[in-house]
C-alpha cells in the first residue's frame, strides 16, 4: 500500500450501521457516539473509570465519595494515652479494696447512729433510694433521712447492717460502684436479708457516695 493510500485509509473512521442500511440517520462513528454518551475526549482507561463511576452512582447516588461520620468516641491516640494514664497513676485492685473499707466503716456508723460521719461519705448531690418512697436528692437532704431512718430504726428495735461482695472502678478512674448484702435483725431476733448498690465519684481525689439504693 503506498503512502497516499495509507494515509487515505487512516483518515476513514469506521461506520456502524444499525437497522436499514440505506438509512444515513441511524448510522454514526465511534467518535459521535462518544460525544452522544458524553464520553468524548476518553483515554485508553477512562472505560474502567466510567465503570466505577457508575456503579458508585447506582449505589449511593453520587459520584463523590461520602465523607465518614464523626466518630463520639475518643480517638484512637487519646484513648491509649488515657488509658495509660490510667494505669500509671492508678492501682484499681487498691481502689477497689478502699471502696470495700469505706463501705464497711459506713455500715458501722449506720450501727452506732453517727449521722456527722456518714456526712462525710457523701457527695454534694448525692442521691438515697429507699423502698417505696421518692428519690431523696442533696447531702443535706440525705442526712436528714438518715437521721430519720435511724430514729425509725430504734422504735422498732432494729439493727441494720451490710457487707460489700464486689466493687467496680470505671475506665477513667474517678467512678466506681460496688454492691453486697444488707442485713436487718428484728427485735424477736428475725434476720432479713437485702441487698444494696453505691455509686462513687471522686471529689478532691476522695471517693464520695454519688447514689445509695438498697432493698
Given at each position: 500500500?503506498?503512502?497516499?493510500?495509507?494515509?487515505?485509509?487512516?483518515?476513514?473512521?469506521?461506520?456502524?450501521?444499525?437497522?436499514?442500511?440505506?438509512?444515513?440517520?441511524?448510522?454514526?462513528?465511534?467518535?459521535?457516539?462518544?460525544?452522544?454518551?458524553?464520553?468524548?475526549?476518553?483515554?485508553?482507561?477512562?472505560?474502567?473509570?466510567?465503570?466505577?463511576?457508575?456503579?458508585?452512582?447506582?449505589?449511593?447516588?453520587?459520584?463523590?465519595?461520602?465523607?465518614?461520620?464523626?466518630?463520639?468516641?475518643?480517638?484512637?491516640?487519646?484513648?491509649?494515652?488515657?488509658?495509660?494514664?490510667?494505669?500509671?497513676?492508678?492501682?484499681?485492685?487498691?481502689?477497689?479494696?478502699?471502696?470495700?473499707?469505706?463501705?464497711?466503716?459506713?455500715?458501722?456508723?449506720?450501727?452506732?447512729?453517727?449521722?456527722?460521719?456518714?456526712?462525710?461519705?457523701?457527695?454534694?448531690?448525692?442521691?438515697?433510694?429507699?423502698?417505696?418512697?421518692?428519690?431523696?436528692?442533696?447531702?443535706?437532704?440525705?442526712?436528714?433521712?438518715?437521721?430519720?431512718?435511724?430514729?425509725?430504726?430504734?422504735?422498732?428495735?432494729?439493727?441494720?447492717?451490710?457487707?460489700?461482695?464486689?466493687?467496680?472502678?470505671?475506665?477513667?478512674?474517678?467512678?466506681?460502684?460496688?454492691?453486697?448484702?444488707?442485713?436487718?435483725?428484728?427485735?424477736?431476733?428475725?434476720?432479713?436479708?437485702?441487698?444494696?448498690?453505691?455509686?462513687?465519684?471522686?471529689?478532691?481525689?476522695?471517693?464520695?457516695?454519688?447514689?445509695?439504693?438498697f432493698n
Amino acid at each position: 500500500m503506498n503512502t497516499s493510500a495509507r494515509s487515505a485509509f487512516q483518515s476513514e473512521k469506521p461506520q456502524i450501521v444499525w437497522g436499514d442500511p440505506s438509512d444515513s440517520s441511524r448510522s454514526y462513528d465511534r467518535g459521535s457516539q462518544r460525544a452522544r454518551c458524553g464520553f468524548s475526549g476518553e483515554t485508553p482507561r477512562d472505560g474502567p473509570l466510567r465503570g466505577l463511576r457508575f456503579v458508585w452512582t447506582r449505589l449511593f447516588g453520587t459520584t463523590k465519595p461520602r465523607s465518614p461520620k464523626p466518630s463520639r468516641s475518643l480517638p484512637q491516640g487519646r484513648r491509649r494515652a488515657r488509658a495509660e494514664v490510667f494505669r500509671g497513676s492508678l492501682n484499681p485492685a487498691a481502689e477497689r479494696e478502699t471502696l470495700m473499707a469505706l463501705e464497711r466503716k459506713w455500715s458501722g456508723m449506720y450501727g452506732r447512729g453517727d449521722v456527722e460521719g456518714i456526712s462525710a461519705l457523701l457527695a454534694e448531690d448525692s442521691v438515697l433510694l429507699t423502698p417505696g418512697q421518692s428519690p431523696v436528692v442533696g447531702r443535706e437532704n440525705v442526712i436528714e433521712a438518715t437521721r430519720a431512718l435511724l430514729a425509725a430504726d430504734a422504735a422498732d428495735g432494729l439493727s441494720v447492717s451490710w457487707e460489700p461482695q464486689a466493687a467496680f472502678i470505671s475506665s477513667s478512674g474517678d467512678m466506681a460502684y460496688d454492691y453486697g448484702l444488707a442485713t436487718t435483725t428484728l427485735a424477736d431476733g428475725t434476720v432479713v436479708e437485702g441487698s444494696y448498690l453505691v455509686v462513687w465519684t471522686k471529689e478532691d481525689g476522695e471517693w464520695k457516695a454519688a447514689a445509695d439504693i438498697f432493698n
